[in-house]
């Protein structure tokens, strides 16, 4: 992981680079996903932006809680629909008129939310997609927008679909372009974009270049300046992030719409979970850890969050939106002082089993290699297994038995930079997070799958 210094440091230099992106609004927004075993009550969250002054979110989905926490709050809001919703809604206009009602219109007018845009899909143009999704986009997006014109919405909300970075391609930035498989449809959606007034969006992620590249210089992936430039004609690149949206630039003007409003929809750094791991940020992703996400990418897509899965601030950031600093999550309701850890009266030789099992359910990875609790060796990392899986159960002894391998403590079982967690209460009270159940020891195991 990297020093929260440096991480300060270039979320600072990252806000001070913002001010020359010419998008509709400068501002900065947060990702608030919600796929977690122990999510705070919307109403909490919605505080947390509020105290921050962050103005604006970006939903992955509309979740009816969310949607009325953010009522009358004064927050803008951008609400996606999933790429599983595509084929209905590019087949059925009244498919697409039933989401508008019962997504956007319900919760709009005096005192509702303020919602600005709907992201048509998440990232549908992704290469590991192999098409699937590639030509139901603008079919959606043609029915959804006289779903809005027909509830007189048209006027005041923009369709969108944020793409992911690999929407386009080229070796340096002047020479972008869309894949060639994309060009068509990447032209009717820009005109579709420009003719309606709404940006094009973006998510770019100078960390999964560095994940994914061993070769990939570091230093390259921040806002510090680099012994590693891309040189480009008279331009030099020494970041990531400039060199991505310069690319975007001009595979946006070779269509024609070089001067196309640009949106970043995702931007950031997870915090742990590999090495290298730290956030960075416009809209940022994200805001709060989600322990329930799919780690096929990796461990550390449960860990972009600035904040912890408890609304605690992990770095003293400045936004530059007017606080010297985060601030944290109020009245958060937390389980009791008491921790699940290996006994150490037992044989341990036969845990592994366990281990695997509690962290199937549980989320387990801090332990992966370069995450903060990698180092706290094989005791440790049982301990930790354990505590995980007692808390997703909320504390409920029998799920710290463990075929008596594990015991329960009042003595915070923590080792320098590797946190042992205490849940919260406070679960939302809408869960769409589908489950599986095992029958372990005796009493039923929950297994949440969450996925965007």
């Not at 075993?37 to 979740?63: C, G, M, Q, Y």
């Not at 845990?351 to 990875?365: E, F």
Request: charge should be negative; charged fraction near 15%; proline fraction near 6%.
């Amino acid at each position: 992981m990297l020093e929260p210094p440096r991480l300060a440091a270039t979320m600072f230099l990252w806000i001070l680079a913002w001010g020359w992106v010419p998008m509709t609004e400068s501002a900065i927004g947060v990702n608030w996903g919600t796929v977690s075993f122990r999510k705070l009550k919307p109403s909490t969250v919605v505080d947390l932006l509020r105290d921050n002054k962050i103005p604006k979110v970006k939903l992955f989905e509309a979740e009816p809680d969310v949607l009325k926490a953010l009522m009358g709050s004064g927050i803008q809001v951008m609400v996606g629909i999933p790429n599983e919703m595509l084929p209905l809604l590019s087949s059925s206009p009244a498919a697409a008129d039933l989401w508008v009602r019962q997504n956007v219109s319900v919760y709009m007018g005096k005192g509702g939310a303020d919602i600005r845009y709907v992201a048509v899909g998440n990232e549908p143009f992704l290469k590991s997609y192999n098409g699937q999704f590639q030509n139901l986009v603008m079919p959606s997006i043609l029915n959804l927008q006289q779903s809005l014109v027909k509830a007189n919405l048209a006027g005041s909300i923009k369709l969108v679909v944020p793409c992911n970075a690999d929407a386009y391609e080229s070796s340096v930035p002047s020479q972008g372009a869309f894949r060639p498989e994309l060009t068509q449809i990447m032209t009717q959606l820009v005109q579709f974009l420009n003719s309606n007034g709404a940006p094009f969006v973006a998510n770019i992620y100078p960390f999964l270049s560095l994940y994914d590249d061993g070769d990939f210089p570091q230093d390259y992936a921040f806002f510090e300046g680099t012994t590693h430039p891309v040189t480009d004609g008279s331009n030099v690149y020494t970041n990531a992030f400039d060199g991505n949206y310069d690319t975007l630039v001009a595979a946006l003007s070779k269509l024609g719409y070089g001067q196309i409003p640009i949106v970043i929809g995702e931007i950031g750094w997870p915090s742990d979970g590999a090495i290298g791991a730290s956030p960075m940020d416009i809209y940022i992703f994200s805001l709060l850890d989600e322990g329930a996400k799919s780690t096929l990418p990796g461990g550390f897509e449960r860990h972009w969050g600035i904040f912890s899965f408890d609304g605690q601030a992990k770095y003293p950031l400045n936004l530059g939106l007017g606080n010297k600093e985060l601030k944290n999550a109020k009245n958060v309701e937390y389980l009791p002082s008491r921790w699940c850890v290996a006994s150490p009266s037992s044989d341990l030789s036969n845990v592994a089993n366990h281990m695997r099992i509690a962290c199937s359910v549980a989320d387990c990875t801090t332990l992966d290699y370069g995450g903060s609790c990698n180092g706290i060796g094989e005791k440790g990392n049982i301990s930790y297994a354990f505590n995980s899986y007692y808390q997703l159960q909320m504390q409920d002894s029998r799920s710290c038995n463990f075929d008596g391998l594990g015991m329960i403590t009042f003595r915070d079982p923590s080792v320098g930079d590797c946190h042992f967690l205490v849940g919260v209460t406070d679960k939302g009270s809408d869960s769409s997070v589908p489950r599986i159940t095992y029958h372990w020891f005796g009493f039923t195991v929950v297994k949440y799958n969450g996925r965007y």
